[in-house]
């Protein structure tokens, strides 16, 4: 998960200690359609792999994004 917080607050512009386990699109107001697809091509080069257009929609929090992300490894 720290890999993760690591990406959302490079892409995001953001402070990693502001990243809580509940953190959302809804707690950030930089998220928008361009850093979203930003996001997603970060991830993927992180953690090699390749995401699903329904996965992409879907990564609009922590949480899901770490499990989107660990069904993938």
């Known amino acids: 998960m720290e ?3 690591k990406i ?4 995001f512009e953001i402070q990693i200690n502001k990243i809580s386990d509940d953190f959302s699109k809804d707690d950030c107001d930089n ?3 361009i850093t979203h ?3 997603i091509q970060q991830l ?3 953690f090699n792999i ?3 257009l329904m996965e992409t ?3 609009i929090s922590l949480r899901n994004i ?8």
């Open 57 to 59: 929609l879907d990564m």
């Open 44 to 46: 993927e080069t992180e």
């Open 66 to 73: 770490e499990t989107i992300i660990k069904s993938k490894l």
């Open 37 to 39: 697809l930003e996001l």
């Open 3 to 5: 890999r993760i917080k």
């Open 50 to 52: 390749d995401l699903e």
């Open 8 to 11: 959302i607050a490079n892409v």
């Open 31 to 33: 998220w928008d359609s």
